[in-house]
């Protein structure tokens, strides 16, 4: 019987939640009642699916652009049990960035089985939608590490690594930049301001200006309580301060190299040649390829010059998950469902419909995804990033801080106070 918590429970946790609300649209329903008996997989509840051979109801809830992926896959999945239940199994679209809120609305009424982002685990697991993984030590071996931390409260395992993607890295135009190049920032920005060319990142987006700060040994994070946050951005002492941060990121704006724009303007600039490099993920690899052929290229981020070192920027890093939820009424098949959908071959098969690079370990190092430069890079980068485990409020401190670095200070307003002013909203009750 599956746990229950108090509604009071859930309202609670919803006061905690970091992400705002999102809707359903679109279904699909796929069915079998064969009664042919054949299963030659592994089964961690077994007693459960035995005693559970009726009408099977289950819904699915993953990306809209995941439709035809996971029906071929619901289809696979029937096949390989099929004879053990009458499935009758229905997927819904319905966003992973935004799972956690239209689950919490009601738990019980929710998917059985559900794809999320990784920032999402703590609520869920919190409110009790999600239950320790059956036979987490072979999904442990199966799985990145990086995916396996994502995808865990402590050493607990609580859902099912699906994708390791969620980051960002470097696209450059080979043209123009060989290996040497793209070591450094200070080198592109030569490079591009001697051709009269740009090189793009989006300083708007608290996601990628915490590459300047993540490997200077300023830190920020998230509080016990899993709602507010710390910050030391604004450490005044140490061999890296905050304010050797600040002047790093004015130098780079100061270039004329430089463009600060959101996602639209890099791709214009790819596409009309204005834009030679800049600091995106895995979403644009087909649209890079497109603009710059042979010459496109991908990479780990370069290094850039902060307090007269050469520091390599960070990232942080993402990753899709699997849940099975716990108010399942078939509760032991949503678990075998979850499992299936994650498993190597349908992680494959993912990165081949959908160019989503796995979290499976033997997968992402099959020749197909090897030979993808975006995903490549990514896997390089993945030894400077972390995971995104940070509060509501760490999001428009750090954007307000960054446009005025990326205007180039233009009032001359201090260093140390907007610095100061940025970390005090960061962390902020």
Not at 16 to 33: F, M, Q, V
Not at 195 to 218: P, R
Not at 366 to 390: G, K, N, V, Y
Request: proline content about 3%; aromatic content about 10%.
């Amino acid at each position: 019987m599956r746990k229950k918590i108090s509604t009071f429970l859930i309202t609670a946790v919803l006061a905690a939640s970091l992400s705002g609300c999102a809707g359903t649209n679109g279904e699909s329903k796929i069915t079998d009642a064969d009664t042919e008996q054949q299963n030659n997989g592994e089964n961690p509840d077994k007693s459960e699916i035995s005693a559970d051979t009726g009408d099977v109801e289950l819904t699915v809830w993953g990306a809209e652009e995941d439709e035809a992926l996971l029906t071929q896959i619901i289809e696979s999945f029937q096949q390989e049990y099929k004879g053990q239940a009458n499935f009758h199994i229905t997927f819904t679209a319905q966003s992973e960035s935004n799972c956690k809120d239209v689950l919490m609305g009601d738990l019980e009424a929710g998917a059985d089985v559900f794809a999320f982002a990784d920032d999402q685990l703590n609520t869920l697991v919190a409110a009790g939608a999600l239950e320790p993984v059956e036979n987490a030590e072979r999904i442990k071996a199966e799985n990145l590490p990086g995916a396996v931390e994502a995808a865990s409260v402590g050493n607990t395992l609580y859902a099912y690594p699906l994708t390791a993607d969620n980051g960002y890295f470097l696209y450059y135009n080979k043209q123009f930049f060989n290996q040497e190049d793209i070591k450094t920032f200070d080198r592109m920005l030569q490079i591009a301001e001697e051709n009269e060319k740009k090189i793009t990142m989006d300083w708007s987006s608290a996601w990628y200006v915490y590459s300047f700060f993540g490997n200077t040994d300023l830190e920020v994070g998230l509080n016990s309580d899993g709602i507010t946050n710390f910050c030391t951005w604004n450490q005044t002492e140490g061999d890296i301060k905050g304010v050797d941060v600040a002047n790093a990121m004015l130098a780079i704006a100061n270039s004329p190299a430089f463009l600060n724009t959101v996602e639209d303007g890099f791709l214009e600039g790819v596409r009309d040649g204005s834009v030679i490099a800049g600091v995106s993920g895995v979403w644009n690899a087909v649209a890079m390829q497109e603009a710059w052929g042979t010459n496109y290229g991908a990479a780990k981020l370069p290094t850039y010059t902060c307090a007269g070192k050469q520091i390599q920027m960070a990232s942080f890093s993402g990753y899709k998950l699997i849940g099975a939820n716990s108010y399942s009424k078939h509760y032991a098949w949503a678990v075998r469902l979850a499992e299936w959908i994650s498993n190597e071959k349908n992680q494959q098969l993912r990165f081949e419909m959908r160019g989503q690079g796995p979290a499976n370990t033997n997968a992402a190092s099959s020749a197909d995804i090897q030979s993808s430069p975006a995903i490549t890079a990514l896997l390089h980068q993945s030894e400077f990033s972390r995971l995104q485990r940070i509060g509501g409020n760490f999001w428009d401190p750090v954007s307000a801080f960054a446009l005025n670095m990326a205007s180039g200070n233009p009032e001359g307003k201090g260093l140390q106070e907007q610095l100061d002013s940025m970390v005090e909203g960061i962390t902020a009750p």
